[in-house]
């Protein structure tokens, strides 16, 4: 389960207070907005190449004309 939160006075205070137990253990990642767009980035990556390289039966040409293949164009 992840909650998000911010550092007030030095302490880490959640944005919808959940009830934790006393003594329970947490993960604190800290988030750098100014690099939100590369966590965002690596996180697309891991999840697309878990299908690199299972295509199968598909046209020797299909990187170079993908537009003719996805979209009817024709082929250059």
Do not use: C
């Amino acid at each position: 389960m992840t909650y998000r939160g911010h550092v007030r006075n030095g302490l880490i205070t959640l944005d919808n207070a959940m009830p934790l137990r006393e003594g329970a253990e947490v993960t604190v990642e800290f988030v750098d907005p100014t690099n939100a767009s590369a966590r965002e980035a690596a996180d697309l990556a891991s999840v697309l190449l878990r299908h690199a390289g299972k295509g199968e039966g598909l046209p020797a040409d299909l990187a170079a004309q993908h537009d003719h293949y996805a979209h009817g164009k024709p082929k250059w």
